[in-house]
């Protein structure tokens, strides 16, 4: 981000931190504020020669623009290509390929945690997702086990490893903070809490961050690599050059520690075997998880209304 | 320190913006700036005018947030309506109007040469800043566009879409509604 688009941020955030001091005493900013951020404001640089023509007569002449306007209405309503950016229709691409409405999304996601200790677990998450449906079988490394997840929406049931069939109504739209038992169905949980993949690469395209980074062979097929990088997130995705499909997608989240005595950890989630199924009926079931008939049923609730009692373990 | 990854919705970020927490409004700036540059790049075909109205556009998101009910129309969709309305009062006043700005001391902020090819990098991948249009059926994005970002009246957008207004209303109610679930899906 480089200084416009961040000065404006932090011009924004200062802004709106005094609004709401000055709610509490008056509704126009103090004369103070103004002539100190009068004196903040950057003197504009020279401009290189490739940008004269765009910025003909100066700032002045730029903002008075009616008449630009105008004749820019006529092509508003077609698609505008200017020039410059990289690669749009592999960044595009991909994040249409990574879309889940109206098809399910099949892909296999395997989680490697190590903290500055040196410690590390893993877990493998076997995932089918259509919209906000997730179902997702679970294998953790250490301790080994399986455990088996799907969440509709409003509800989220994990069939434990013991039998037990725990049903957690949550909330529209709360699972994302609440968690529900383990958190891992919408891929985050809170602030600083694993991300999907998925998620992250849709959101760092929408937010301009993903760029194209030439071409690599992975097993001997040629494919398109794509970065992006936020704040303590760095994304690698490798997608077919025909289809855009994601072949693997790499994640690593660094996380700080929570306190003195906790590790920092480090987080990296790799996702392979990526596919797109039709919404059919019969793949539907994919989305669905078959526990036992004669498991035992718990009904919690989360964040929610509707809760028949408090959570019982 | 904000970040694009907050769990948070648009919604939830601007109820909070209005309850005071200014990092939410930074959160809600960072993950639509470049629809809106790009939108003001589509009409005004300037960058650095993009850049002015963009600024002004989220001052007057940041004024008006206390006005934002969750519920209606997508966050992005209220967003994209004030940039409308800047567009259209700084074509009126043959100026790029810094009225919002003006009222919360926010300097206008120069541009130099590096930050003008992060602007045209940002609006450059039409699809990209777009994104959230492009994934709408083609009569929904056609509706939507016109509607939010064109400022179509219903009847103007019904004779183009060679429908009813009714039909053309359904088409953006649908369109909104998607966006929406879209939004979700990917938090």
Redesign the interface.
């Known amino acids: 981000?480089?200084?416009?688009?961040a000065?404006?941020?932090?011009?924004?955030?200062?802004?709106?931190?005094?609004?709401?001091a000055a709610q509490t005493s008056s509704p126009?900013?103090a004369e103070h504020?103004?002539a100190e951020?009068?004196q903040?404001?950057?003197?504009?640089?020279p401009?290189?020669s490739?940008?004269a023509s765009?910025?003909k007569g100066g700032?002045r002449a730029?903002?008075?623009?009616?008449p630009?306007?105008?004749?820019?209405?006529v092509?508003?309503?077609a698609?505008?290509?200017?020039?410059?950016?990289?690669s749009?229709?592999i960044?595009?691409g991909a994040?249409?390929a990574t879309?889940?409405?109206g098809v399910i999304v099949h892909y296999v996601e395997t989680l490697h945690f190590q903290n500055s200790t040196g410690t590390s677990q893993g877990a493998l998450h076997d995932v089918w997702a259509s919209?906000?449906q997730r179902h997702v079988i679970v294998t953790t490394t250490d301790p080994k086990r399986t455990e088996e997840v799907a969440f509709n929406g409003t509800t989220e049931e994990n069939y434990l490893p013991d039998g037990t069939l725990a049903t957690y109504r949550v909330a529209a739209?709360t699972l994302?903070?609440g968690c529900g038992s383990v958190g891992i169905l919408?891929g985050?949980?809170?602030?600083g809490?694993q991300?999907n993949p998925l998620?992250?690469l849709?959101?760092?395209?929408?937010?301009?961050?993903?760029r194209a980074a030439g071409q690599a062979a992975l097993d001997g097929r040629r494919v398109e690599v794509i970065t992006g990088v936020?704040?303590?997130?760095r994304l690698r995705a490798l997608v077919d050059p025909h289809t855009f499909v994601p072949v693997e997608i790499q994640l690593v989240q660094h996380f700080a520690p929570p306190a003195a005595e906790f590790p920092a950890l480090k987080l990296t989630t790799t996702i392979t075997d990526y596919q797109r199924l039709p919404l059919t009926p019969h793949n539907r079931q994919l989305l669905l998880m078959r526990p036992h008939p004669h498991a035992r049923r718990l009904h919690l609730c989360v964040n929610g209304t509707g809760c028949a009692k408090s959570p019982t373990r | 320190v904000s970040s694009i990854f907050d769990p948070r919705s648009d919604e939830e970020l601007l109820v909070a913006t209005a309850g005071g927490e200014a990092d939410a409004f930074a959160i809600f700036y960072e993950r639509h700036i470049a629809l809106v540059l790009a939108v003001m790049a589509r009409r005004t075909r300037s960058y650095e005018l993009a850049a002015d109205l963009a600024g002004e556009t989220f001052a007057a998101a940041l004024l008006g947030c206390r006005r934002f009910r969750p519920g209606g129309p997508p966050a992005v969709a209220w967003l994209l309506g004030i940039a409308q309305n800047k567009l259209r009062e700084s074509a009126r006043r043959q100026r790029v109007v810094d009225d919002a700005r003006q009222r919360l001391a926010i300097p206008m902020l120069g541009l130099d040469d590096e930050d003008l090819l992060r602007v045209e990098e940002l609006v450059s991948d039409h699809g990209r800043a777009l994104a959230l249009l492009d994934d709408l059926p083609p009569a929904q994005r056609e509706a939507v566009q016109a509607r939010v970002l064109e400022d179509a009246e219903y009847d103007e957008l019904a004779a183009r879409m060679s429908c009813s207004e009714q039909v053309a209303r359904q088409h953006v109610s649908r369109g909104l509604r998607r966006l929406r679930t879209q939004l979700q899906e990917d938090r």
Do not use: K, W
């Open positions: 981000m480089t200084d416009y688009i000065d404006l941020q932090h011009a924004l955030r200062d802004a709106a931190a005094r609004e709401y126009e900013p504020v103004i951020n009068a903040t404001t950057r003197r504009r640089r401009l290189a490739g940008y765009r910025r700032r730029a903002r008075r623009f009616a630009v306007l105008t004749l820019a209405a092509f508003a309503a698609v505008v290509v200017l020039t410059g950016g990289s749009p229709s960044l595009s994040y249409a879309g889940t409405d919209g906000q739209g994302a903070r919408l985050e949980c809170g602030r809490d991300i998620i992250a849709r959101r760092l395209y929408r937010s301009g961050r993903l936020s704040q303590g997130i």
